[in-house]
């Protein structure tokens, strides 16, 4: 009997939480481990079908650089990059379209499947979702790189209104219909920001975003963040990742977290605890 009362309990501690994020938009960043590892894969889904089933809209968006880099290998297709990013010529960019809206795209909204959840995989190209110019760093052209100028919501509104959960692959489109390929995180940030989001997860595979000395930051604010960018301390693919959660706080979105997707139940952590497991950054 003790034993059926404690199960109650830890439903009931989580009752502030879920009122305060009932009906509330979720995105979420899924990339790394969280997406390589089965046990790991298991566990985001089923935190997914939960935050679904208790209430609220969680909405997907995910990576797939390092699939997209060994399927390129296989077909004997070299990989360019230019400060982190993939020079995309129309050979590389039929291999991404090929990966992330057809292989990637479809095992998650399978995986959700699984875990008792219904997923629609759309990708950024769908209801002229993510649009996008092309990125040029310097004089440089990437090929079909693409920078988000603007997300147009009402596909991810509609699939979410009629009780799916939305899975996104990160592709963009430009003003002409040519597809682009598009960072993971900046196409989750700019989602974020089109629907107003209540928070925004970036799952990755480090405990958070770390100072000088290697110590996670619980907690970041955008000054501060910018301030570790301009010294060196956030670098790489952390870059994307913090500038995303900034300038989503800037339009709207009320919180955004860096989350340890190695860890077991990350997602459901983040949202039905105060600690969290990340690293939170406020305005
Ligand atoms: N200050 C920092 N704190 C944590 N990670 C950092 C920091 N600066 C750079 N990084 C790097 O950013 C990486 C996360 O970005 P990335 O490799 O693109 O992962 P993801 O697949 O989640 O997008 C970390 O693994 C780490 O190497
Ligand atoms: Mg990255």
Redesign the pocket.
């Known amino acids: 009997m003790k034993e059926l009362i404690d199960k109650a309990g830890v439903l009931v501690e989580a009752l502030p939480y879920i009122r305060r994020f009932y009906d509330q938009t979720i995105v979420i960043k899924y990339?790394?481990s969280a997406m390589a590892e089965p046990h790991l894969r298991a566990s985001f889904a089923i935190d997914v079908v939960m935050l679904k089933y208790i209430g609220l809209r969680p909405v997907i968006v995910h990576?797939g650089?390092p699939q997209i880099g060994a399927t390129l290998t296989r077909l004997g297709i070299e990989s360019n990059f230019i400060d982190g990013l993939r020079v995309t010529d129309d050979a590389t960019m039929d291999v991404v379209e090929m990966v992330l809206g057809g292989k990637v795209n479809r095992e998650i909204v399978d995986l959700v499947g699984r875990a008792g959840g219904r997923a629609i995989g759309l990708t950024g190209g769908d209801g002229g979702m993510i649009q996008v110019t092309r990125r040029l760093v310097a004089d440089r052209d990437l090929g079909r790189v693409g920078q988000v100028v603007a997300v147009d919501p009402a596909a991810i509104v509609a699939v979410t209104n009629a009780g799916f959960i939305p899975v996104i692959a990160p592709i963009g489109i430009d003003a002409d219909g040519v597809t682009h390929n598009v960072n993971?995180?900046e196409a989750a940030g700019a989602v974020a920001r089109a629907l107003s989001a209540r928070k925004l997860i970036l799952?990755?595979?480090?405990e958070g975003?770390?100072d000088a000395k290697g110590q996670i930051i619980p907690q970041l604010s955008a000054e501060e963040a910018r301030k570790?960018i301009t010294e060196g301390?956030?670098?790489?693919?952390?870059i994307p990742?913090v500038s995303c959660c900034i300038e989503a706080l800037e339009s709207g979105v009320t919180s955004t977290t860096i989350v340890d997707g190695r860890v077991l139940h990350a997602l459901l952590l983040e949202i039905f605890t105060d600690g969290g497991v990340g690293t939170l950054l406020t305005r």
């Open positions: 990339g790394g990576g650089g993971a995180d799952l990755t595979d480090v975003v770390k570790h301390t956030i670098s790489d693919g952390m990742k």
